[in-house]
């Protein structure tokens, strides 16, 4: 038996079935959350009101968007194991190179940097 979410993870497991049977199947979800910070010339800057689009996160059909609050923590529940591409959008600004591909596995912090365009 083989089920998958949207080809984001996919959950495998040998079973003995006989006769009729009825089979719920509940997928791990984890949390995957940051910062969203650019690096200055004295150190690093959270970035508030950034957008962090995520096709794979949250409950229960994904496409989810959310926003950066002044602390530039964004956070997502109920996402699954495996890579969940972001979209990032803040004006002026463009996501450095592979920052935007994080790999889940369990709870994951994953922290973005922008550049200044």
């Known amino acids: 038996m083989s089920a998958s979410r949207w080809e984001v993870v996919t959950y495998t497991k040998t079973l003995t079935i006989s006769g009729d049977t009825r089979l719920d199947i509940e997928l791990p979800t984890y949390t995957l959350s940051g910062v969203v910070f650019e690096r200055t010339l004295?150190?690093?800057?959270?970035?508030e009101d950034v957008e962090?689009?995520?096709?794979?996160?949250?409950?229960?059909?994904?496409?989810?968007?959310?926003?950066?609050?002044?602390?530039?923590v964004y956070s997502f529940s109920y996402t699954y194991s495996g890579t969940n591409p972001l979209l990032i959008s803040k004006a002026g600004y463009a996501a450095s190179a592979g920052s935007t591909r994080p790999m889940v596995n369990g709870d994951t912090r994953f922290d973005i940097e922008l550049v200044r365009r």
């Open 42 to 47: 004295t150190g690093t800057a959270l970035i």
């Open 52 to 72: 962090v689009y995520c096709d794979g996160c949250g409950s229960p059909y994904g496409h989810t968007f959310l926003h950066t609050g002044a602390d530039g």
